[in-house]
């Protein structure tokens, strides 16, 4: 076991991560282990939601998640795509180390996969003796590849292996662990089967199946990524009422390629606001399940976004001020695009209605993880545990620095240090390459570039864009 988990320093990150022994921190106070699900939406910015200032879009159960838990303000997630920030969550290590540093698609069906022996999260909590259960979108490996959600530590998994395929909410296929689901009655265009809701509904079977025993649920929902598609249900009804139609009729004006490779949607801003509420309604599902079981004190839920709002397939951020106080939206590190709500609950562990200001990452959820089941052994992380945190206990540690890296677009890195962050654009392209300086102290919407006024920052701060990464061979800025 000691082997597997070092394996996941093989693609060159030896030296780089460093062992976090598990029995440093404070423990929990359960009196058996806690169950664990982490629910991640997809593209949803930190301002869609109300715990974050939303008032047009109602998420009232999410706002009930706030209520009860924790609330996170300077939540990060692993980069500004999918499949890199995805990878930086399940391996504990950020984008400067991690195999999958970008969206890179297989034929016919999935992503480029991590190596064999990669450790996950999910292997973590399945040799702590946990039932384990993927259930949604995995983007981390083509079926049957040595990444395959069955092979990195899921004992059961139902959803999108491929998350390009993950944009059609009628597909006409899932897969079942690893059987392929067809769906016959979405074929020719049809919209029988909503993806959505029945990958739901059997993660919500998995934590009954599991009730009487420790359970991790990974819970990587679509919505409201692109297509804007969903049953044409009340709530559907409620926004095209609520949102006027001529909004939706100048949009369409203004932005007549604003689809893109997605399919026509009718009233693409009330689909939008429909699909968060429908994802509010899942977590209104899964807390309201959790104390008919009687185990709702016994289970952390975490609720997340893989990383900032999209402007594809007839979505406008802009409209719902879906970046928040912030500057930018997916694809970018700027902080709309990469800084995330993230809400933590457990009653009477976690305490309520509480706002932490405290600096985490992705990343820092292996070794928290580790830390709330008691691991013995070592794991390989670029992560911190901020379980005392979490607990409201003392001895917490800092990150002296956070950083990101993006391989599209002239490929960009980025770094949180202190109050201080940088954006360096077009890494790829030396003669065009830019470097921004700003500080979040005074300047959260990053309009302010003073790199020229502080130069010393800028050196200290492109030296650990130098040295806290390794080279890849799939995502090299050089090649771009």
Not at 200 to 218: G, S, T, V
Request: charged share 20%; proline share 6%.
């Amino acid at each position: 076991m000691e082997k597997q988990k070092l394996m996941s320093i093989s693609c060159g990150i030896a030296g780089a991560l460093a062992a976090v022994g598990c029995t440093q921190q404070p423990k929990a106070t359960w009196e058996t282990s806690p169950n664990v699900i982490f629910i991640l939406a997809d593209d949803l910015g930190i301002g869609d939601i109300s715990p974050y200032g939303q008032e047009l879009i109602k998420t009232p159960n999410i706002q009930r998640m706030a209520d009860e838990g924790m609330r996170f303000t300077q939540g990060y997630s692993g980069t500004s795509v999918s499949a890199p920030s995805r990878a930086s969550l399940m391996t504990g290590q950020h984008t400067g180390h991690t195999y999958i540093r970008g969206n890179m698609r297989m034929d016919p069906e999935g992503q480029v996969a991590m190596p064999a022996g990669t450790f996950t999260v999910a292997q973590l909590f399945h040799e702590a003796g946990y039932a384990t259960g993927g259930f949604g979108k995995w983007g981390l490996g083509y079926p049957g590849s040595e990444s395959d959600p069955m092979k990195v530590g899921f004992d059961e998994f139902l959803g999108y292996n491929c998350q390009t395929l993950a944009h059609d909410y009628y597909p006409t296929h899932l897969w079942d662990g690893t059987t392929r689901v067809e769906f016959p009655e979405n074929s020719n265009g049809n919209e029988v089967t909503y993806a959505a809701d029945l990958i739901h509904e059997r993660a919500l079977q998995f934590i009954r199946n599991n009730a009487d025993k420790p359970f991790f649920a990974y819970l990587p929902y679509t919505l409201p990524h692109a297509e804007l598609v969903l049953p044409k249900d009340s709530v559907y009804q409620y926004y095209c009422n609520v949102i006027p139609a001529e909004d939706d009729k100048s949009w369409a004006e203004e932005n007549p390629n604003r689809r893109g490779a997605y399919g026509a949607t009718e009233r693409p801003l009330a689909a939008f606001a429909s699909m968060v509420t429908r994802l509010d309604s899942y977590v209104g599902d899964i807390m309201d399940l959790l104390a008919q079981l009687g185990i709702d004190k016994n289970t952390i839920v975490i609720f997340t976004s893989d990383n900032g709002p999209h402007r594809e397939g007839g979505a406008n951020p802009d409209y719902f001020k879906s970046y928040g106080d912030f500057r930018g939206v997916k694809r970018d590190l700027y902080e709309g695009g990469i800084r995330m709500p993230m809400i933590i609950r457990c009653p009477n562990h976690i305490e309520a209605g509480t706002t932490n200001d405290h600096i985490m990452a992705f990343w820092d959820m292996m070794p928290t993880f580790a830390d709330l089941i008691d691991c013995k052994e070592p794991i390989q992380t670029d992560g911190i545990s901020f379980l005392p945190t979490l607990l409201g206990k003392k001895g917490q540690k800092e990150h002296d620095y956070l950083y990101w890296e993006f391989h599209e677009k002239g490929g960009k890195q980025a770094v949180r240090y202190q109050n201080w962050k940088a954006v360096k654009l077009n890494v790829g392209i030396p003669d065009q390459t830019i470097f921004e300086l700003y500080n979040l102290s005074d300047d959260i919407h990053e309009d302010h570039n003073v790199a020229n006024q502080h130069p010393e920052i800028v050196k200290k701060i492109e030296d650990m864009m130098k040295n806290t990464r390794t080279e890849s061979e799939l995502f090299n800025f050089s090649r771009m």
